[in-house]
């Protein structure tokens, strides 16, 4: 089921130093959220704030407060795995375990749940989450071959089915497109647009048009020197970003004149 993410005066530190500062924004469920913004703005810092996966970096940390429907994610008693499972993540680079087999791949993700089901009932939860991930009719006759021995394309959809195989509420994707060809791309931006009825996704891209394609609503962030935390300028409709934004420093950097 998706959820709505409530992020309030959130600032995140590596150690000392202060990466992104006092962002605060609503992201609707069932909808895409695009992160868009130059290079060492503190997108992925970010995103992965969301889900407390910025906490495997030894002394990061936030200030401030992310809920999911209303629960501080950052509360006591918050275990961050739990965390982890309802909020999946899709990297940059498609990272399956490239010796276990397609079927394994999809089913690792349950099985680290430690959920206890029947070989049956993994069989139709790992067809259903590729049929999901729109590969099931390209890998269904190779399930137990290595998932690493898929296209990259392949295996960004196979990574994309091992996160919705857990059945989460929110998808963070991390630039899921920049390690592919234009038609893996295309794929891609497909499956998100089908996935979107579903659940909050919030994806993080290099290109404008991208944003544009898949997004409904659109955060610019940016950094006003290097070592400068990164802000969230504006947030609104891509729509409105894209044709009219409020702040010039956006106007310029989706007109292509910095970044
Ligand atoms: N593991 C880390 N340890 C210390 N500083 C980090 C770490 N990861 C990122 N940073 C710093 O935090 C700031 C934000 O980086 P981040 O990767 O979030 O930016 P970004 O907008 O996603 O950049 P890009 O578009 O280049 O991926 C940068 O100054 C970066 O150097």
């Known amino acids: 089921m998706a959820k709505h993410i409530q992020v309030k005066d959130l600032d995140i530190y590596y150690d000392e130093f202060l990466a992104v500062q ?3 924004m609503t992201i609707e469920p069932r909808s895409v959220t695009a992160l868009i913004g130059p290079s060492g703005c503190g997108k992925s810092t970010f995103l992965r704030s969301l889900n407390r996966m910025h906490e495997l970096v030894p002394k990061a940390k936030v200030e401030g407060q992310v809920a999911i429907n209303g629960r501080d994610i950052y509360g006591n008693n918050v275990d961050p795995v739990d965390i982890r499972s309802e909020i999946g993540m899709v990297f940059q680079r498609p990272n399956p375990f490239p010796t276990m087999s397609i079927y394994e ?9 430690g959920a206890r089901m029947k070989r049956s009932e993994i069989d139709d939860l790992v067809e259903r989450s590729l049929r999901s991930a729109n590969l099931w009719n390209e890998v269904k006759d190779r399930l137990h071959k290595p998932g690493g021995g898929i296209s990259g ?5 196979l990574c994309i089915a091992r996160a919705i195989a857990v059945d989460p509420a929110v998808l963070l ?16 931006e497909d ?5 979107k009825p579903d659940y909050t996704i919030v994806i993080v891209t290099h290109n404008m048009q991208q944003a544009a394609r898949v997004s ?10 290097v070592g400068q935390p990164g802000r969230l300028i504006e947030m609104d409709t891509t729509a409105k970003i894209f044709s009219a934004p409020r702040e010039q420093a956006t106007e310029d950097y989706i007109t ?3 970044g």
């Open 173 to 188: 994707m991390d630039e899921p497109c920049s390690a592919l060809d234009p038609i893996s791309t295309q794929a891609i």
């Open 256 to 258: 292509g004149r910095f």
């Open 105 to 113: 791949n999809v089913a690792a993700g349950i099985r680290l749940t």
């Open 216 to 225: 409904d609503t659109t955060g610019f962030f940016n950094l006003a020197d």
């Open 191 to 195: 499956l998100i647009n089908d996935l």
């Open 22 to 24: 006092g962002v605060s």
């Open 153 to 157: 394309g392949q295996q960004q959809r």
